[in-house]
């Protein structure tokens, strides 16, 4: 991906809605991105093939749930992050 349509990307909140639900692969790791979050400059990431147990509210292991990644999109300055160049997305599609 080009940095000028990063630049719009990132700028642009519908289409980074948008990429909620699309598959990647990001560390050897199949994932699908399942939140953003704006304030925080945070793309959310739901492993597909690694599982965490949760614990209850006494401590113990009850439930697996998804291991979650949370990558910034762009850094302090407001310029896409590193993460766009680790990012591969499985659908064949780049982040359009």
Do not use: T
Not at 3 to 20: G, P, W
């Amino acid at each position: 991906m080009d940095k000028e349509y990063l630049y719009q990307l990132i700028s642009d909140h519908n289409a980074m809605r948008s990429l909620i639900g699309r598959p990647v692969r990001y560390a050897d790791e199949a994932c699908e991105i399942c939140d953003v979050l704006f304030e925080e400059s945070l793309l959310v990431l739901a492993s597909l093939s690694c599982d965490e147990m949760q614990d209850d509210s006494y401590g113990r292991p009850h439930r697996k749930v998804p291991a979650y990644h949370s990558l910034p999109f762009k850094d302090d300055a407001g310029n896409p992050s590193y993460m766009w160049g680790e990012l591969i997305f499985l659908d064949g599609e780049g982040a359009s």
